[in-house]
């Protein structure tokens, strides 16, 4: 296939398609210009970042992985047609979304290798995310949590990048696509270059009327909203444990809530310690530490080192807050903690000035 271009309207010349000579050479492309890939002809008014390459699971690694605004997670992988290998991408993009989820223990171990791949290249995952979307402070904060909720949610969407898309990989996309809860879409650039310049043209494969259970609309969670989901999924004890833990935040601290469409949230804050939260509560029953967020100055880390020394104070904390001063997310669960309620609050009280 060629296409013709002019200037003007004059002096026609015609392009004849060109090849990605390598994979690495589409990879680099890809990542580099991430709007190569339509996400907004499957989701209106959204926009796609790739955030690393070659990011690791049990079973190797996945060419790209990417987000939106909203925080949905995309799985990228490219191929050549010219690649023996072609007929089993399909199989290696779903091993790639299975193993994804195995492989790191919840939303923030996952955040936390995405972080530490970023930084090996003199970058974090807040930088990206900001310069990128444009959010600050709290529409970040929501950014970050949607990541994690669709890593637990396993909200993947899967992209096979191809120079050419063959007509049996079309095929069963289409297949999987009207008889299953998830998509995949290929995506076929066309490359051509000029003087200098380089052009490309994507097209989508695997696009069918939107299912039902592929809306992925997020919430904002309230109290009646929160308690009523606590209560389906972790019954009256635990729904007890944490409105007791609610209450006494509530009544000194401010707490916000969170957004997600499957886990609720509600977040303490604590303007004159850090612009971030210092932790969260989930539907689940766990509370993260968000140590990986409390870095705003110099005071901030010194109080973040005498809070998780106090927390490790606390009888079984140990095994789930760290035994050195490292910048991370830790997650407790509710059997742990909703067994020690009153020292969790009393430390809460101690170490966190009260609301004026």
Not at 156 to 166: G, H, R, S, T
Not at 178 to 202: M, R, T
Request: net charge negative; proline share 3%; aromatic share 10%.
């Amino acid at each position: 296939m060629a296409i013709i271009i002019s200037k003007n309207g004059r002096n026609a010349k015609k392009l004849d398609r060109k090849d990605f000579e390598i994979e690495s050479k589409m990879q680099d492309y890809v990542s580099a210009n991430p709007e190569v890939i339509p996400v907004e002809d499957v989701k209106e008014n959204t926009k796609m970042v790739v955030l690393t390459r070659e990011f690791p699971v049990d079973i190797g690694s996945i060419d790209a992985l990417g987000v939106d605004k909203d925080g949905e997670i995309y799985i990228l992988e490219t191929k050549l047609d010219k690649n023996s290998d072609k007929r089993k991408v399909i199989a290696q993009i779903l091993e790639y979304g299975a193993y994804l989820y195995k492989t790191y223990a919840d939303g923030n171990e996952f955040v936390e290798k995405i972080n530490e791949q970023l930084n090996n290249n003199e970058s974090s995952l807040d930088d990206i995310l900001s310069s990128s979307f444009g959010y600050e402070g709290e529409q970040l904060e929501n950014l970050l949590g949607g990541i994690k909720n669709s890593f637990e949610n396993r909200l993947y969407n899967f992209f096979i990048v191809m120079d050419k898309v063959p007509e049996e990989i079309k095929e069963v996309i289409m297949f999987i696509n009207q008889n299953s809860k998830f998509d995949i879409y290929a995506v076929e650039l066309e490359y051509y270059e000029d003087n200098g310049y380089q052009i490309v043209i994507p097209k989508l494969f695997g696009k069918i009327p939107k299912k039902e259970t592929t809306v992925r609309e997020r919430r904002m969670w309230d109290e009646k909203s929160f308690f009523e989901v606590i209560e389906e999924k972790l019954g009256k004890e635990n729904k007890e444990k944490i409105w007791e833990l609610y209450s006494s935040l509530k009544k000194d601290y401010t707490i916000e809530w969170g957004e997600g469409k499957h886990m609720g949230s509600f977040k303490l804050k604590v303007p004159s310690i850090s612009k971030r939260s210092i932790l969260v509560v989930w539907s689940t029953g766990k509370i993260t530490i968000c140590y990986g967020w409390l870095n705003d100055n110099n005071e901030t880390e010194k109080w973040r080192e005498k809070f998780r020394k106090a927390l490790r104070q606390i009888e079984g904390f140990d095994k789930y807050v760290p035994d050195s001063p490292i910048g991370r997310w830790h997650d407790i669960p509710i059997d742990i903690w909703g067994e020690k309620l009153d020292e969790l609050a009393a430390t809460i009280q101690n170490l966190i000035p009260k609301r004026d």
